[in-house]
T-cell receptor, first 111, second 112 residues
Framework: EAQVTQNPRYLITVTGKKLTVTCSQN?????MSWYRQDPGLGLRQIYY???????DKGDVPEGYKVSRKEKRNFPLILESPSPNQTSLYFC??????????FGDGTRLSIL | QKEVEQNSGPLSVPEGAIASLNCTYS??????FFWYRQYSGKSPELIMS????GDKEDGRFTAQLNKASQYVSLLIRDSQPSDSATYLC????????????FGKGNQVVVIP
C-alpha cells in the first residue's frame, strides 16, 4: 500500500530535549516536505527536499533541521524544542510537480 | 496581501444541497490549484486538482478556476453528512520547487 508513514503519532516531551520525528514513503517520490498546522494559522511549510541530499527552507524553518540521506526518509529534528513548537506536524511527498500526499500527522506537545 | 485567502466562516448546508467554497490567491503566476479535505484530527486528503480555466468535475465535486480574477472555487453537489470537514485551498507557488501555499480552510457542516 502506497503511504507516507510518520512516527511517533503522538509525543509529549519537555523543553530542550532533542527529538526526531521520522517520515518514510514507499512510493519512490523525489519530493518530500514538512508542515506544521496551528489553529488560525493553517498549514505552514517548515522544510522541503527536492531529492536526496537536496533540502531547503520553507516558511517557518527556525528551530528545525532536516536531512535527506535516502530517498524514502525525511526526518524532522528539533535540537532544542520549545513550547512554541507544540503543534500538529505533517509530512508530505510527491513526484516532482505532482500533488502532494500527506502522512497521518504527529501531534507534538512540548512542556 | 495573503498568498491564499479563504474568507468564509463555517458553512452549514442541509443534506442534499450544494456547498460552495471560494478561494482567492495573490500570485498571478500560479498555475496549479488544489482542494484538500481534512476531517477533524486527520491529515489533508487531495480531492481535486485544476490547472486550466473553467470547470473540472469529479463525481459530486466541481472545481472552478478563473486565473484572470485569481480565484478558485469548489462546489459539492448533493452534500452528504460525510462531507462535513474542513476544506483547504492550496496554490502551487510560481517560484517553483513544488511549494504550496495553503489557505486557512473552510469548515463545512452538512445537516441531516
Amino acid at each position: 500500500e502506497a503511504q507516507v508513514t510518520q512516527n511517533p503519532r503522538y509525543l509529549i516531551t519537555v523543553t530542550g530535549k532533542k527529538l526526531t520525528v521520522t517520515c518514510s514513503q514507499n512510493m519512490n517520490h523525489e519530493y518530500m516536505s514538512w508542515y506544521r498546522q496551528d489553529p488560525g494559522l493553517g498549514l505552514r511549510q517548515i522544510y522541503y527536499s527536492m531529492n536526496v541530499e537536496v533540502t531547503d527552507k520553507g516558511d517557518v524553518p527556525e528551530g528545525y533541521k532536516v536531512s535527506r540521506k535516502e530517498k524514502r526518509n525525511f526526518p524532522l529534528i528539533l535540537e532544542s524544542p520549545s513550547p512554541n513548537q507544540t503543534s500538529l506536524y505533517f509530512c508530505a511527498s510527491s513526484p516532482v510537480n505532482q500533488p502532494q500526499h500527506f502522512g497521518d500527522g504527529t501531534r507534538l506537545s512540548i512542556l | 496581501q495573503k498568498e491564499v485567502e479563504q474568507n468564509s466562516g463555517p458553512l452549514s448546508v442541509p443534506e442534499g444541497a450544494i456547498a460552495s467554497l471560494n478561494c482567492t490567491y495573490s500570485d498571478r503566476g500560479s498555475q496549479s490549484f488544489f482542494w484538500y479535505r481534512q476531517y477533524s484530527g486527520k491529515s489533508p486528503e487531495l480531492i481535486m486538482s485544476i490547472y486550466s480555466n473553467g470547470d473540472k468535475e469529479d463525481g459530486r465535486f466541481t472545481a472552478q478556476l478563473n486565473k484572470a480574477s485569481q480565484y478558485v472555487s469548489l462546489l459539492i453537489r448533493d452534500s452528504q453528512p460525510s462531507d462535513s470537514a474542513t476544506y483547504l485551498c492550496a496554490v502551487k507557488k510560481a517560484s517553483g520547487n513544488n511549494r504550496l501555499a495553503f489557505g486557512k480552510g473552510n469548515q463545512v457542516v452538512v445537516i441531516p
